[in-house]
């Protein structure tokens, strides 16, 4: 499994869970997507928004191009009590928005000893985390709301915003700790998000053909008037140019999922209007090896068989019945 940032909250989860497929590791599923939320950190800040201050921050002394493993010197003298924000570097990509998923590389450390925290840099894997009220800490919502894909971002967290006078002793930040952080955003997405790449010929007789449109609204599915497959189908839409997804990979998706009998949709992140992330380890069988092997910025069609999805447990109120095959469109935006 990949680590997960300490600093982000538990967030909900979508409808394609594992409950209902004989796994004994299941959770209560009024999603169908994902099975777990993400690790604990900091709790929603009931302080009022912070004023955002030029400073002081502390240099950044190497590694200063976008995309470079910064190293970041000791804070010095005392921080501000306020969120100290300042643009290194400024993107031209799209604006982050709250409630928005982010793609970045970040470190993290304290301010007084220069003792780092966290550092996807050298875990070669970009954080995938929502800039959200109760998903991310909320100095990393202040801080990147605003700032544009492309952009390198440096910010100090007083406790206020970061982990209260509680402080978290397990990774070694106390209740008086200032924190500081370096974030190079390569990318944001938003319910309006879709997939990007080339269209693929949908000739198969046997498999639904889902629309092309990529506008950020949920593409038609059209169920081929036999009977569903007695094997997954997963087939390209549209095919991406990104990198190829693997077995013990989160990814941010937009999808849609239709019963294959009577074409009727029982789950749709468009109808929502939000965005979802979830392991391909912690979703029904059918999306774990629908999704992978296929590549970032696709549109993926799958149809899900019974034995790879819920079988004759589908959750309550889903609109799903015993033994239904289950059709998706699913774009991967991103992956973790």
């Known amino acids: ?17 594992l409950a209902g497929c004989g796994d004994d590791d299941t959770s209560d599923s009024s999603s169908a997507v994902d099975s777990s939320a993400s690790p604990s950190a900091s709790a929603p800040s009931a302080a009022p928004a912070p004023k955002i201050v030029d400073g002081p921050l502390p240099a950044i002394t190497a590694g200063t191009k976008f995309g470079e493993k910064p190293t970041v010197a000791k804070g010095s003298g005392e921080p501000s009590d306020q969120l100290a924000v300042r643009t290194v570097i400024a993107g031209g990509g799209q604006t982050v928005a709250e409630g928005d998923y982010i793609q970045a590389h970040y470190l993290g450390q304290i301010w007084d000893t220069g003792k780092v ?10 954080l995938l985390a929502q800039i959200a009220q109760g998903s991310t800490m909320e100095g990393w919502r202040y801080a990147l709301t605003g700032k544009k894909s492309g952009s390198r971002v440096e910010f100090a967290v007083p406790p206020t915003w970061g982990f209260g006078k509680e402080g978290n002793a397990e990774a070694g930040i106390k209740g008086t700790d200032t924190l500081v952080f370096v974030f190079d955003i390569q990318d944001t997405f938003n319910a309006k998000s879709s997939a990007k790449g080339k269209n693929v010929p949908q000739d198969a007789a046997a498999v639904p053909v889902v629309g092309t449109n990529t506008d950020g609204k949920a593409p038609s599915v059209k169920i081929p008037k036999t009977d569903p497959p007695k094997k997954l189908v997963a087939e390209y839409v549209i095919e991406g140019d990104g990198e190829v997804v693997a077995a013990d990979n989160t990814v941010l998706v937009q ?63 889903s609109g799903i019945e015993k033994d239904s095959t289950m059709v998706f469109t699913v774009d991967i935006l991103a992956k973790m």
């Open 255 to 317: 999808y849609k999922g239709v019963v294959w009998d009577t074409g009727k949709e029982f789950d749709s992140t468009y109808k929502n209007s939000a965005l979802t992330s979830f392991s391909l380890q912690q979703v029904v069988k059918g999306w774990g090896q629908g999704l992978t092997g296929r590549k970032v910025g696709s549109r993926v069609v799958i149809v899900i068989p019974p034995d790879l999805g819920y079988g004759d447990q589908p959750p309550a109120g």
């Open 117 to 126: 925290l966290d550092n996807s840099y050298e875990r070669k894997a970009p």
């Open 1 to 17: 499994m990949r680590r997960r940032s300490l600093f982000l909250a538990a967030v909900p989860a979508g409808l394609v869970t």
